[in-house]
């Protein structure tokens, strides 16, 4: 077996895939192989070198130092490296706690089904001893989580440093020689899992030598599943130089692998195995172990040998790779997995921040590490405090309300305090026709006439500078080259539809002006509504790409011209809509493109059209003027207010400002001016107009 092991070592990988029986996966380590021995002839004499001077090293281990009957603990300090373009593969932290907890299960020998292990392998069940242990600190010593999330098309990893490059650029490189990274992803090179043997063609304190993971492998909760939670395991075992059971190719059934072996004694040789047939026999040897954690066999598996014990304990007393740094007691201290780690943070989550009267927010402690206890207070809410891990807390008072944590581990305390964290809106909402020209309102998010979601710091706010058609306002994402692939939300408070007859229309438009930076950007513009006051959403319209705009502007954008303003209208909103607390919102998604306004909301019933369309009949003159100029209004609506502006919208002087019948003559007095360009603003009780003005 040592000698065709020998032989195997000359087609090793330099990668190793663990491919499920439940996927349709390619084999594509010996590509990676070919690929990086192409372009580093000189590693592949050093890469067979290290793994015949590590087979002598465990076999003397085995030998000489190992006893399957000693418990010598070892602890690996972990870190999670969510990296995500804001789908499914953005798993939650759960999701990866019960990842760790069936990983430690494994590698303690305490998972339940182990007594299932067939008769013919019970007498060599190996109980590798290993704990897998969150990092609480980073590799600056400060406080972490163990967990990092890194925004990022590159979730389809391809065997490149494309990751690797984006999660160091975000948060920094965690060596490999202090901590294990699990790369958590979409799709690592169309494998369930992927990693490298211990090896010296990569540096130790780099992140090459980390395990690739696709999301629907990792625990059993979320996307994960019971029958693929071994992925893990498996994974793990190769990063500690264990092979499949069949050797070192990635193809279980083909009778080549008969020729080859894992280097362990007591793993009978195998053809390799996809399917569960524990009765199944191959390469003269017998029964195999494909129950064994280093097969194909998905579900089935669930023990590791004594001889692959001994294996994994040797990788972490060699020096390759520095794997034998990593369970030392400097390295444990450093990377806080010396212990359950020390309190260091308070901080929460909700599901919300926004809802109506009666309705529920629910809060998650996200406080790290080893919280013992907790005291939360509700402004407004009911209950009004909790020692809850999850509290649920119901809001029956409209405003805006602060939210404090406090949290201990018995030795150290901390608070965060949360002010106007929730926003109660009132459930009967604004009155139809609903009109938003952003003139009125005095900052987004108010928490009153809107609230935002930001995930990226870079969030939807007012900007005074510029509007459509020659107005001074308008809601801006400044999102000049934001290439993280974030969303950020601009959410309305409540509009009352309760009272539109089920049988007529809804009308609703918008103002949007946008750019783009390069030719590339594929950016998306999405508008949804909700007839529950935002506790669900549907979409109901997607702008993206060259429909959002074919033009480009190399600079930070802003409109400066009605012209570059487009109206989008919205024509599917049913009647199962009309309701008192009906919410509209708009989700932007970045790729790296420009920045983009909203302005002059309209939604009415088609009923109010005449109303709410109408245009105003004026006449302004003389136009240009000197001293004086006559507005004339002659029309069936009522008038709210009339300024004079300048072209920046500053508010000159006011002319009108109470709601007063129409057909009527202003006089606006230019005397005191200089000459120029002046803005003229009417608003009604439904619509915004804007009429140009120049004095000589």
């Known amino acids: 077996m040592k000698s065709a092991f020998v032989v195997a070592l000359s087609l090793l990988t330099l990668h190793s895939v663990a491919q499920e029986s439940d996927v349709h996966v390619h084999c594509l380590n010996n590509i990676e192989q070919e690929k990086y021995l192409l372009e580093h002839p000189e590693f592949e004499d050093q890469i067979i070198q290290e793994q015949n001077d590590f087979q002598t090293f465990y076999e003397y281990y085995l030998a000489h130092e190992f006893d399957a009957n000693a418990r010598s603990s070892y602890v690996i300090p972990v870190v999670f490296h969510v990296v ?297 809410g009911t209950p009004s405090t909790s020692s809850d891990a999850n509290p649920t807390v119901t809001y029956n008072s409209s405003g805006n309300f602060s939210v404090t944590l406090e949290v201990t581990d018995g030795t150290n305390d901390e608070t965060v305090i949360e002010s106007n964290y929730v926003a109660v809106l009132n459930s009967d909402g604004e009155d139809l026709p609903y009109f938003e020209g952003f003139e009125d309102v005095t900052s987004i998010p108010d928490n009153e006439n809107w609230v935002i979601l930001d995930e990226n710091g870079l969030a939807w706010s007012l900007d005074n500078t510029t509007g459509a058609t020659n107005t001074s306002s308008s809601a801006k994402l400044a999102n000049y080259g934001n290439t993280d692939g974030s969303a950020d939300e601009l959410i309305s408070a409540t509009i009352d539809l309760s009272g539109v007859d089920p049988s007529d229309d809804i009308v609703f438009n918008f103002n949007y002006a946008y750019r783009k930076l390069n030719d590339s950007n594929d950016e998306w513009l999405k508008f949804y509504i909700s007839k529950d006051c935002g506790e669900t959403w549907v979409l109901r319209k997607n702008i993206h790409g060259d429909d959002l705009s074919t033009v480009t502007a190399g600079s930070a954008y802003t409109p400066n011209d009605a012209a570059h303003w487009y109206t989008e209208n919205i024509s599917n909103i049913s009647s199962s809509y009309y309701v008192s607390d009906f919410r509209f919102k708009f989700r932007f998604e970045n790729d ?68 007063i019948a129409t057909s009527n003559e202003f006089k606006i007095d230019l005397a005191d001016l200089s000459a120029g360009i002046y803005l003229v603003r009417i608003q009604t009780d439904s619509r915004l107009e804007t009429i140009k003005l120049l004095k000589k």
């Open 84 to 380: 995500h373009n804001g789908g499914p593969e953005n798993i939650e932290d759960a999701q990866i706690m019960d990842a760790l907890e069936k990983l430690n299960e494994d590698y303690s020998g305490t998972n339940t089904d182990l007594s299932d292990v067939v008769t013919e392998f019970t007498a060599v069940i190996g109980n590798p001893d290993i704990e897998f242990r969150l990092a609480t600190k980073n590799p600056q010593g400060e406080c972490h989580p163990g967990i990092t999330r890194t925004v990022s098309e590159n979730t389809n990893h391809d065997g490149g440093d494309g990751i690797i490059d984006e999660v160091a650029a975000l948060h920094g490189t965690w060596p490999q020689n202090r901590y294990l990274n699990i790369f958590i992803c979409a799709d690592p090179n169309g494998a369930a899992g992927y990693t490298n043997y211990p090896a010296g063609w990569y540096p130790a304190t780099s992140m090459e030598g980390g395990i690739y993971l696709r999301h629907d492998y990792c625990g059993t909760i979320g996307t994960g599943s019971t029958g693929r939670r071994r992925t893990i395991s498996h994974e793990c075992a190769h990063w500690l130089n264990i092979q499949h059971c069949w050797g070192s190719s990635n193809t279980p059934g083909d009778a080549g692998n008969c020729g080859m072996d894992d280097g362990v004694t007591d793993t009978p040789l195998s053809i390799g195995w996809s399917g569960c047939d524990l009765d199944g026999e191959s390469c003269g040897s017998g029964v195999n172990n494909v129950q064994n954690n280093m097969e194909y066999t998905g579900s089935c598996r669930r023990m590791f040998t004594t001889g692959q014990v001994a294996r994994m304990h040797a990788a972490l007393n060699d020096n390759t790779a520095e794997r034998n740094n990593l369970w030392t007691a400097s390295n444990l201290n450093a990377t806080g997995t010396n212990g359950p780690g020390d309190l260091c943070l308070a901080q929460f989550s909700s599901n919300t921040q926004a809802v109506c009267l009666g309705q529920t927010v629910t809060f998650t402690d996200d406080s790290y590490h080893n919280v013992t206890s907790r005291t939360w207070t509700f402004e407004g």
């Open 592 to 659: 790296g493109g420009n920045n983009i306004y909203i302005d002059n909301i309209n939604l009415y019933p088609a009923s109010m059209t005449s109303i709410a369309e109408e245009e105003l009949n004026y006449t302004l003159y003389p136009n240009p003027a000197t001293n004086e100029a006559i507005l004339k209004l002659n029309s069936t609506q009522n008038i709210d207010q009339i300024q004079l502006l300048s072209t920046d919208g500053k508010v000159i002087r006011t002319i009108l400002q109470n709601s």
